[in-house]
């Protein structure tokens, strides 16, 4: 098993024990890019929620620190596509 078929299912976040999505949570499937195929939870976001995350990650393209950019989809609130990486704060 490759990195990636590993981390598909996994949610961002979560603890390495304990990496699988909870039935009383909501989730969005983050599409493309280093975290593709990650859950996030949304739960606490609504509908409502940001538009857009930044989430860090050390296995994008400035590595440790890094961020990941996603974008919610229009008519799909729960995908978020990956626009691209930035550095992390300095």
């Known amino acids: 098993m490759d990195e990636a ?12 024990e304990d990496a699988g999505p909870r039935p009383d949570r909501a989730y ?16 606490d976001l ?4 940001p538009r857009e995350v930044a989430l860090i ?5 400035y ?9 919610r989809r229009a008519a799909d609130a729960l995908r978020f596509d990956w626009r691209g990486d930035t550095p992390g704060a300095p």
């Open 28 to 43: 969005a499937q983050l599409v493309g890019g280093p975290l593709d195929g990650l859950l996030l939870d949304v739960t």
């Open 63 to 71: 590595g440790a620190g890094g961020r990941a950019l996603y974008a």
């Open 5 to 16: 078929d590993f981390m598909r299912g996994r949610v961002y976040g979560a603890d390495h």
């Open 57 to 61: 990650t050390e296995i994008g393209r």
């Open 46 to 49: 609504g509908a409502d929620g």
